[in-house]
């Protein structure tokens, strides 16, 4: 069956170092992958969009880089903020058909420490 | 544009009650969607419209959850009867299939739904 995995436990960083999220999947084959964040009693809110033919993308502080041998996508956030501190979901979207309709992973919380 | 709106933020309700969540997309998206988020399930699809044609359901639990979009600016999520484990937060969402499609959803601050 098809399944996005995040990471369940909370990843804890300390003030402007590099936090690494880690998406892997199985059974799929995405023709995109998207990263959004979500704030606790907030919906999510789109961030980055990579296409299956890309390898790197980038939004000023933030890096998303897609492997489809893997089947994983890392998103890092750079020089971090406690700004930063929320849960943070990636989303596949399947390369069959016409209509692009993603799929959630559970998501991984981010705690930025100062 | 004021985002998706959703109605209400919050209700509580007893067993058995009939509940409605109600939704207004953005203005000139074509695509809506129905989101049931829980700590155990994630966010899950219940049932997307597109052009206020229902596309797929097949993530409607049950027949107790009933859907509908009238017109392009209004869609409500019906269940009938309610029950506790149908306690989650409900999200509506839309997005455009103008231009590049990135299939980008615009999600509302979802209905935290509590069942007694």
């Known amino acids: 069956s098809q399944k996005i995995e995040q990471n369940s436990e909370a990843l804890n960083i300390q003030e402007g170092k590099t936090a690494t999220l880690t998406c892997n999947y199985t059974?799929?084959?995405?023709?995109?992958l998207q990263w959004y964040r979500q704030d606790p009693g907030r919906g999510p809110v789109f961030l980055l969009l990579i296409r299956e033919n890309e390898k790197e993308k980038r939004k000023e502080r933030l890096k998303v880089t897609f492997d489809t041998t893997l089947k994983q996508s890392l998103f890092h956030i750079t020089a971090s903020q406690p700004a930063d501190s929320a849960t943070y979901l990636c989303a596949l979207a399947p390369s069959s058909g016409g209509s692009y309709i993603p799929t959630f992973g559970r998501g991984t919380s981010l705690i930025v420490h100062p | 544009d004021a985002g998706v709106i959703q109605s209400p933020r919050h209700e509580v309700t007893e067993m058995g009650q009939e509940v409605t969540l109600r939704c207004k997309p953005i203005?000139?998206?074509?695509?809506l969607f129905w989101y049931r988020q829980t700590m155990m399930r994630g966010l899950e699809l219940l049932i997307y419209f597109n052009n206020n044609v229902p596309i797929d359901d097949s993530g409607m639990p049950e027949d107790r959850f009933s859907a509908k979009m009238p017109n392009a600016s209004f869609s409500t999520l019906k269940i009938q009867p309610s029950e506790p484990r149908d306690s989650a937060v409900y999200f509506c969402?839309?997005?455009?299939?103008?231009?590049?499609?990135?299939?980008?959803?615009?999600f509302g601050e979802g209905s935290r739904l509590t069942v007694l």
């Open positions: 203005s000139g998206h074509d695509y």
């Open positions: 969402a839309s997005s455009s299939s103008g231009g590049t499609n990135t299939g980008e959803l615009f």
């Open positions: 059974n799929y084959s995405p023709a995109y």
